[in-house]
Structures are given as structure tokens and as C-alpha cells.
């Protein structure tokens, strides 16, 4: 992170010739932050929050201009020595400044803003961006539905009438939702750091936010002086590919423990009995009792096998003892399901629309082998489509949001860029093994695999953040990677 000194939009003699230029876009507001800050960072002078316009349509001349909230974490050191980060959660649709601002202004700070600049950007469509497509009337639709036993089809179709109502408000308020997508996204990156004066960033992209840093790397790899991914996903087939990953994890681990002499007793014909058991309660439903976070009281939660298979589906993001998980259900003990209810909640700080978007913008539905109709774990993909954040829901709610897919926006990455991948050797949804083919393509990368981690090595421990630090001080080694070892083994399974 080599440049420069920190600019803000406000010093018009040094960018008075780009905002003319470009009418109203690049325009930097400054305004309350939103997140609460500490009062330490408040009074340091470190810290700047505001909105910088930027035009819905980069190659459209006279797109109206849309507003991204930005934070500016300054480096606490007198001189700038390496490159500013820029980071990039998942989803698509959780908020960056939700996800970052707290963390940077806590102990990760310390460590990361000694010698350089951090800028967090809310994605266009993300809560704090303006406008936003978050969708809080659904969220208190899933919730309030918790209560109530009904098929996929009619839990779909309540969703859909309010979901077609958030639509109306949302074109009402002028919204293109075409303009949400990848590509617009990667472009509203590089122009706010342009104008911020920044000619070179680093990024840091977790789980759906690698695949924001992997559309830089199309349209806008001149920007990049590294990459940092965490959980890598796979932009051609995107999310289409996500029920069949997920169910090739879920054979995995049936045919493990077939094989093995001690599995097999301990959890005997473990895939047809949890199979039957989702087909069970989708016929007679269980009631169990929970805490759910944020709730006053206990509240009851009809248990169908819909909402199981959701449930687990969220584990398994975590979750690396799924047999003991799916054995205990299967057996009608909900332990594990009422200890950790929060699986049933909204995702917190999420904007569904964002999803949904960049998801209908960017690739055309799944096929009926992707949804794996007509096997033994179409029971398993029904229950996926209940979820809002699933690819079969979204591509039931086309017609609702009335989104089209756009085709022949997937260009050649550039393979110049300095790159670190880490992924976990568990997961589900984003696969080890494209990590590794798509390092194996770069020029100047390194990639490593956590066997004993589900989803993200980044939230597992200050391995993985300390070797993303030492990268991006110098991304032309490899990171010491000895801390790896401790995650290099599978984990054994629990046994009931």
C-alpha cells in the first residue's frame, strides 16, 4: 500500500477538474456516522464518514447519480506506507459498514492501520446506501410465520405478495434494480477511490465479496496492487451450482462414514433416516419452544422439514460435525436446533433486494440438474427454496422482482495481480478446489487450504488475518504459513 497522502473530496483545488467533469458524480458529503464509533477514534481526527455520489449506469452519459455511505479509516502513522485496503463482505447483501467499521475500530485496527488507509464503501443497494434495498417488511413476515406449518409452495407465495409490494415502493422511488449488479458494483469501487486520490488499493473480498474482487480483476485490474480472498466463489456458474455443492457435501459425508467401521455404527443408515425425517415433518410437524435472539419472550417455531433443512443449510456455513447434527434430529432430539435458533432469523443487517439482484442481473436460473430434481434429495433442495438467500428462491422470484439475467458480462480476469486465497477445506458452497484452479491460473498467487474449517478461515482465529496482514505488507511472497499446519487435519467426528 504504497500511495499517497489521504484526500478528501472537500479539497476542491485538487479534484475541482474531475467533479466538473462529471456534473454531480464523485461529490463527497460528510455526515454522521450511522455505526457507533468509539469515542476514541470520534476524537482522533482519524475517522471520516459521509456519502459520495457516483452514477447508477458507469457508461450511461447522464445516469442520475446514486449515494454510497464511505468511511475512511486514516493511517496513524505520519506517512503513508503501503497502499489503502478496501473490503468487501458477503452475501451479496450484508453491509459493509455493519461488518467493518467495528472491527477496525477495535483491536484489528490496531493492527492494520499503523501504516496504512482503510476505506469501507457500502455497496450500492447495501442498508446504509442510498437508496438501499433492504426489505424489513419481509423480515417481519419470516418471523411472524415461524408459528405456522405450510408447504414450500404456499410459504413461497406469502413471500411473494410482499415481496411484489416492496418491488412496487422500490420502482415507485424511481429504482432501476438492473443497475444492481457486479459490474456496476466494481466500477462504483475504483471511481470512489479515484476520487479519493487514490491511484492504487488493495482489496479484501470475503465469501460473495470475492466475487466483487474478481469482477475488479475484469474491468478494473490497473487499480489493484493485491487481492485478498477469503472463501473464494466461482463467477461463472455463481450460486446456480449452490444446491448440488451442497448436497455432494452432504453424500460426502453419508459415504464417509458408510466406509468407516466406527461411523457406521455409531450413526447406522444415517442418510436415509435424516432423508425420511425431513419428509415426515413436512407431513407432521414438530413444536419446539426457542429464545430467539432479539425477542422479548420464548416463542414457538413449528418444525417442518422445510425449515430443518434451512436450519441446517446455515450450519453448515460453521458447522463441521454435521452427522452428530443430522443424527440427533433424526431421532427428534432439537437440542442443537433450540440452542442455536438464531438459524431462524433474518439475516441481521442483510438486504434481501441486493441479493436478489445481483443474483437475477448476473446469471440465468439453474437448471433442473443443478436443482437436482427427480433424486433422492429434491426433499433437501424444496426445503433450500424457503430460503430468501437461496438461488431456487431467487429464481422463483423473477418474475416478481422482475429482473432479467444479462448476459456476456463474465470477461478474462487479469492474472497480474498479486493474490492470496484462503479457503476452508469444509465448505459447502465455496469450493476448495476452485480456489485452487483459479491460484493455479494467476501469475503471482498463493493459496491455502484450512481442512478443518467450514467456511472461513478468516473468522477462525488470528491465523488466517495475520498471514492476510503480511501479505498485503508485501504481496510479492508467499505469507508465513506455518500457522496452516494446526488446520491441515480434518477434524474426526463426534460420535453420539
Not at 125 to 144: A, I, M
Request: proline share 6%.
Amino acid at each position: 500500500m504504497k500511495t499517497t497522502i489521504f484526500i478528501i473530496i472537500f479539497a476542491i483545488s485538487s479534484l475541482s477538474i474531475s467533479c466538473f467533469a462529471q456534473g454531480e458524480y464523485g461529490q463527497f458529503t460528510e455526515a454522521e456516522c450511522p455505526i457507533k464509533i468509539s469515542e476514541e477514534l470520534a476524537s482522533s481526527g482519524n475517522f471520516t464518514f459521509g456519502y459520495m455520489t457516483v452514477p447508477e449506469f458507469h457508461k450511461k452519459p447522464g445516469s442520475k447519480a446514486i449515494e454510497l455511505a464511505v468511511a475512511i479509516f486514516k493511517c496513524r502513522a505520519e506517512e503513508v506506507k503501503y497502499d489503502p485496503l478496501i473490503l468487501n463482505s458477503g452475501g451479496p447483501g450484508m453491509s459493509n459498514l455493519e461488518d467493518f467499521i467495528p472491527t477496525f475500530d477495535g483491536p484489528i485496527g490496531n493492527l492494520f492501520l499503523f501504516d496504512r488507509d482503510v476505506v469501507i464503501i457500502e455497496l450500492r443497494g447495501l442498508k446504509h446506501s442510498k437508496p438501499n434495498l433492504h426489505t424489513p417488511e419481509l423480515d417481519e413476515l419470516q418471523v411472524e410465520l415461524l408459528g405456522k406449518h405450510l408447504s414450500s409452495d404456499e410459504l413461497i407465495n406469502a413471500y411473494k405478495e410482499t415481496i411484489a409490494s416492496i418491488h412496487k415502493k422500490f420502482t415507485d422511488q424511481g429504482i432501476n434494480l438492473s443497475a444492481y449488479n457486479y459490474w456496476e458494483t466494481a466500477s462504483d469501487i475504483a471511481f470512489v477511490m479515484e476520487q479519493l486520490g487514490y491511484e492504487k488499493f488493495a482489496a479484501f473480498g470475503n465469501s460473495a465479496g470475492t466475487i466483487v474482487a474478481e469482477y475488479l480483476l475484469m474491468d478494473h485490474a490497473d487499480n489493484l496492487a493485491a487481492l485478498s480472498l477469503n472463501a473464494v466463489v466461482n463467477v461463472p456458474p455463481g450460486f446456480n451450482k449452490m444446491c448440488v455443492t451442497s448436497v455432494n457435501k452432504l453424500e460426502s459425508i453419508f459415504m464417509e462414514l458408510e466406509q468407516n467401521e466406527t461411523y457406521a455404527h455409531a450413526y447406522p443408515d444415517l442418510k436415509n433416516r435424516f432423508l425420511a425425517t425431513l419428509k415426515a415433518l413436512n407431513e407432521s410437524p414438530d413444536t419446539i419452544t426457542v429464545l430467539l435472539p432479539g425477542e422479548d419472550g420464548p416463542t414457538d417455531v413449528v418444525l417442518n422439514g422445510n425449515r430443518v433443512t434451512g436450519w441446517l443449510f446455515s450450519q453448515m456455513y460453521w458447522n463441521t460435525q454435521l452427522p452428530l447434527t443430522m443424527h440427533l434430529i433424526a431421532n427428534r432430539d432439537y437440542s442443537q436446533i433450540i440452542q442455536n435458533s438464531g438459524g431462524f432469523l433474518p439475516l441481521q443487517n442483510f438486504s434481501n433486494g441486493s441479493f436478489w439482484s445481483m443474483l437475477l442481473n448476473g446469471w440465468p436460473d439453474p437448471s433442473e440438474e443443478e436443482l437436482l430434481a427427480g433424486t433422492e434429495y429434491e426433499i433437501f433442495v424444496e426445503g433450500m427454496s424457503t430460503l430468501v438467500f437461496s438461488q431456487p428462491f431467487v429464481m422463483k422470484m423473477r418474475d416478481t422482482w422482475q429482473v432479467d439475467y444479462q448476459p456476456k458480462h463474465i470477461k478474462p480476469m487479469a492474472t497480474n495481480v498479486p493474490t492470496l486465497m484462503m479457503n476452508g477445506g469444509e465448505d459447502h458452497v465455496c469450493l476448495p478446489g476452485y480456489a485452487l484452479k483459479l491460484s493455479d491460473s494467476f501469475e503471482n498467487s498463493y493459496c491455502y487450504i484450512f481442512e478443518g474449517i467450514a467456511h472461513s478461515p478468516i473468522d477462525a482465529g488470528e491465523c488466517a488475518i495475520m498471514m492476510m496482514k503480511q501479505f498485503l505488507d508485501n504481496p510479492h511472497a508467499a505469507p508465513d504459513a506455518s500457522c496452516v499446519e494446526e488446520y491441515k487435519k480434518k477434524q474426526e467426528y463426534i460420535l453420539p
